[in-house]
């Protein structure tokens, strides 16, 4: 069926939407959240997110192996996965490099996009920022908008929120007939 892609910044509505989605689609929804609480702060964040969701819903924790949870997910379940920046900075603290977390975010795209049931999928778009000052932070943007870029190339649909605002993002290769018009 395929998967919907929600970017956004923080505090965008991605989350919010992703949940109120799986809300309404009155089906079983399982929740692949790849948080880790490596701080109090952190660890409140996960605490919050998780009374926001319904008891019904099947919860799995998975910060490093998206593809196994997303696998895992009963076919009919509606998935959402919540969120692919926390799992490529996990990724990458791991020691993980771009180009093996883009080739695993390939993958998990393409296991998303060949599932029977729809999923809805949260990232932060981070590279509409300032140039970060240090190679660590530029390194973790641009790996993650090639991650980003990946899933866009896979999803059913993929959006854009700003200030709780939607924005529908068409794929790049509709331009080729625009430069007529230009």
């Known amino acids: 069926m395929g998967f919907l892609l929600l970017l956004g910044g923080a505090r965008s509505g991605k989350s919010a939407l992703a949940l109120d989605l799986a809300r309404r689609s009155g089906g079983p929804v399982t929740f ?8 109090e702060e952190m660890a409140a964040r996960i605490a919050r997110h998780r009374a926001e969701r319904p008891a019904g819903w099947t919860t799995v924790e998975e910060p490093h192996a998206l593809l196994d949870a997303v696998a895992s ?10 969120c692919l920046t926390l799992w490529v900075a996990n990724l990458v603290a791991g020691g993980a490099g771009a180009g093996d977390v883009v080739a695993a975010a390939a993958a998990v795209a393409a296991a998303l996009a060949e599932r029977p049931g729809v999923a809805v999928v949260v990232s932060n778009e981070v590279g509409l920022g300032i140039v970060p000052d240090n190679p660590l932070a530029r390194g973790f ?42």
């Open 32 to 39: 692949v959240a790849t948080a880790e609480a490596g701080d």
């Open 141 to 182: 943007r641009d790996t993650l908008g090639s991650v980003n870029a990946a899933f866009a190339r896979r999803a059913r649909r993929a959006v854009l929120l700003v200030a709780g605002r939607l924005l529908e993002l068409t794929p790049a290769a509709g331009l080729d007939d625009a430069l007529g018009t230009v």
């Open 73 to 82: 997910a009963p076919a009919n379940d509606l998935v959402v996965v919540d």
